[in-house]
T-cell receptor, first 115, second 112 residues
Framework: GAGVSQTPSNKVTEKGKYVELRCDPISGHTALYWYRQSLGQGPEFLIYFQGTGAADDSGLPNDRFFAVRPEGSVSTLKIQRTERGDSAVYLC?????????????FGAGSRLTVL | DAKTTQPNSMESNEEEPVHLPCNHSTISGTDYIHWYRQLPSQGPEYVIHGLTSNVNNRMASLAIAEDRKSSTLILHRATLRDAAVYYCILKNSGGSNYKLTFGKGTLLTVNP
C-alpha cells in the first residue's frame, strides 16, 4: 500500500487480557518504529527495528511488552496481562533509512482501551 | 538527542502567516532540525527538515538562525487544515539509531 497501515484501529479489552497490534510498513522501508501516545502528550518511543532485529528496545516499559518483525516487513506489538495504564494510541512508523536526516512515515495508530 | 523548547500553544487567523518558534540552544553541529505535525486523530506527518540553510517546500519554510540555536517554521497562509500540534525535533545525523524523540509540541489553533 501507499502508506503505513495499522490494525485494528480501535481495540477495547479487559484488564489482564493479551493484545496484539499489527503494523504493515511502506514496502521497502527497512526501519520500523513503535511509539505510544497518551492524551495530551507527544509520542513516546517504544522500539525500533532495522530489518528483522530490534536495534533499540529501550523504550519498552516492562517485560509485558514485546514486538516482533520476523520477515523484516510486518511487525506485531504484543502486550501481555494488560493494565488500565496501557490505554493509549499505539503508533507505528517506517522509514527507508537512507541517511541521518531520515524521514519517518506514520500510520494512523491503534487506539487501545483497557477496561 | 538534544532538547528543544516550544510554546505550548499559538493562535492564528486563516489566510495569515504563522511563525512557530523553536529553541535548541544545545544543538550540535551534526543535528538536523526536523518538524512534524499531528492533525487530530492522525499520526504525525513530516513537514520539513534542515541542517544549516533555510529550506522551503510545498508545505512550509524553515528559517534557521545563524548560530543554529533557534529555528522558525513558517506557514505562509494558514488554513483551517493547518490546525495541529507541531513538533520540533533534533536528530543527530551520526550513528545508526534513527529514532525521533518527540516533546509536547505547539498546539496551533487557526481561527476562521
Amino acid at each position: 500500500g501507499a502508506g503505513v497501515s495499522q490494525t485494528p484501529s480501535n481495540k477495547v479489552t479487559e484488564k489482564g487480557k493479551y493484545v496484539e497490534l499489527r503494523c504493515d510498513p511502506i514496502s521497502g522501508h527497512t526501519a520500523l518504529y513503535w511509539y505510544r501516545q497518551s492524551l495530551g502528550q507527544g509520542p513516546e518511543f517504544l522500539i525500533y527495528f532495522q530489518g528483522t532485529g530490534a536495534a533499540d528496545d529501550s523504550g519498552l516499559p516492562n517485560d509485558r511488552f514485546f514486538a516482533v518483525r520476523p520477515e523484516g516487513s510486518v511487525s506485531t506489538l504484543k502486550i501481555q496481562r494488560t493494565e488500565r495504564g496501557d490505554s493509549a494510541v499505539y503508533l507505528c512508523a517506517s522509514s527507508p533509512v537512507t541517511s541521518g536526516a531520515n524521514v519517518l512515515t506514520f500510520g494512523a495508530g491503534s487506539r487501545l482501551t483497557v477496561l | 538527542d538534544a532538547k528543544t523548547t516550544q510554546p505550548n500553544s499559538m493562535e492564528s487567523n486563516e489566510e495569515e502567516p504563522v511563525h512557530l518558534p523553536c529553541n535548541h540552544s544545545t544543538i550540535s553541529g551534526t543535528d538536523y532540525i526536523h518538524w512534524y505535525r499531528q492533525l487530530p486523530s492522525q499520526g504525525p506527518e513530516y513537514v520539513i527538515h534542515g541542517l544549516t540553510s533555510n529550506v522551503n517546500n510545498r508545505m512550509a519554510s524553515l528559517a534557521i538562525a545563524e548560530d543554529r540555536k533557534s529555528s522558525t517554521l513558517i506557514l505562509h497562509r494558514a488554513t483551517l487544515r493547518d490546525a495541529a500540534v507541531y513538533y520540533c525535533i533534533l536528530k543527530n545525523s551520526g550513528g545508526s539509531n534513527y529514532k525521533l524523540t518527540f516533546g509536547k509540541g505547539t498546539l496551533l489553533t487557526v481561527n476562521p
